[in-house]
């Protein structure tokens, strides 16, 4: 398939310091037979030094490219006509503020591929960052949890440290509080990447039953997988198929966590259709003890009334005014911290890089350059020769209303 391939600058304000692939994997791919470029970047995680020591080629021009490779949605001016890309698109569930992309990708006869379509024939998807959302929102929460405590922040942004690395050095020096509780809902990749950094906080896992009913003499964290969490509204057995399926008719039954925990850390795959998880009238409940809710889901209007919006990495944290369910200062009384950015693998750019590089190597590569035999790339590309494709076509309206 796709034999000349090109690593975007990406365009995006503020800009995104991630990439694709590493130098490594790049000269990796060269000696597959693939015919490397990295457009010139003075953001980037991974400096164009680095690239060129590889001999890499690094240019700004990238219009010999049959395929070209990116993270986030690359800006309209940057789109070539008649090119390939493969970038997170975030149109699929019709997202506003996109429409004016696949518009465009449409009218200039691009063939996009979105990695988050990206998946194996059991429906898995193959490339995601989530793990890294999970490690430095976890981190993150920490953080808020000395600010909500009035003191001095002693953990370095992770955005300001030079991989996860030097992070966990922070880490190993925070001290935690023998007697701080968290709660952390999901079990999935955000979960476990949230549950590393909790461990190699000092923190010990327990069980929801005994986080609930026992004493501990030092930090301990629970998690929550759905059938912790919620119950079916009749009373009849929960049924965690059932539930996923369609998980109408059932309700959350957080509120004793939240009177046992000082930080609920949010790691859940949200369904709209689903109940709230955490209600604004649920934290004026007597005996709640949450000081931070760190929303790493970060589902606006969603299942924790707490998250009024996204944050951001430059500006994290944000105050909830119990009493009115409106934003505050952080730190003013009756409120809590809220920590909700919505793109934290960001943070640790050199590391979820890499991570993510891998797997579009041995999962993906193979895929674009030679026989896509099990349909991946198919599957993935939601437009070609200005048409979208079979499983996309209910796209057309929203596509059509971003003409520009």
């Known amino acids: 398939m796709f034999k000349k391939i090109g690593l975007l600058r990406e365009g995006k304000t503020p800009p995104d310091r ?39 080629r690094v240019t700004e021009d990238l219009t010999d490219r049959e395929l070209l490779i990116g993270i986030k949605e690359v800006p309209l001016d940057m789109l070539m006509a008649d090119k390939a890309y493969l970038f997170f698109s975030h149109t699929i569930k019709q997202q506003p503020y996109n429409a004016a992309l696949l518009h465009t990708v449409l009218e200039r006869r691009i063939t996009l591929i979105d990695h988050e379509l990206l998946t194996a024939p059991n429906g898995k998807r193959v490339l995601a960052f989530g793990k890294w959302a999970g490690v430095v929102g976890a981190y993150n929460g920490l953080r808020a949890w000395e600010i909500a405590q009035g003191k001095k922040i002693t953990l370095r942004p992770a955005h300001e440290c030079h991989d996860r690395i030097e992070m966990d050095q922070h880490l190993d020096e925070f001290p935690i509080p023998k007697d701080l509780r968290i709660v952390l809902t999901g079990t999935g990749r955000v979960g476990h990447g949230a549950m590393e950094t909790l461990d190699r906080a000092g923190l010990t896992k327990v069980s929801p039953e005994e986080f609930l009913n026992k004493s501990f003499d030092g930090p301990v964290y629970t998690v929550l997988g759905s059938s912790d ?16 399926a369609d998980p109408r008719g059932h309700r959350a039954e957080f509120l004793p966590f939240a009177k046992r925990a000082h930080i609920y850390i949010a790691c859940h795959f949200w369904d709209a259709r689903g109940p709230k998880i955490l209600t604004a009238d649920d934290l004026r409940e007597p005996g709640v003890g949450l000081k931070v809710v760190a929303d790493i889901s970060c589902d606006i209007d969603g299942p924790i009334d707490s998250t009024l919006r996204a944050s951001t990495i430059a500006d994290p944290f944000f105050g909830y ?11 003013a009384p009756g409120s809590i911290t809220v920590m909700s950015v919505d793109n934290l693998p960001a943070e640790l750019p050199r590391d979820s890089s890499k991570s993510f590089g891998q797997d579009l190597m041995s999962n993906v590569m193979p895929h674009l350059t030679g026989n896509d035999g099990e349909g991946m790339i198919e599957r993935a590309t939601i437009a070609k020769g200005g048409r ?14 971003g003409a520009v």
Not at 34 to 50: C, F, G, H, K, L
């Open 321 to 331: 005014d119990i009493a009115t369910g409106e934003e505050c200062a952080v730190g």
């Open 18 to 56: 991630r990439v694709p692939l590493t130098p490594k994997q790049c000269r990796e791919a060269m000696l597959q037979g693939i015919d490397m470029a990295v457009q010139r970047s003075p953001v980037r995680a991974y400096t164009d030094a680095e690239y060129t020591a590889l001999d890499v």
């Open 229 to 244: 969490l919620y119950v079916r509204a009749d009373g009849q057995t929960f049924d965690r198929d059932a539930f996923h």
């Open 388 to 401: 979208l494709t079979e499983h996309y076509t209910y796209l057309a309206n929203y596509a059509a209303g």
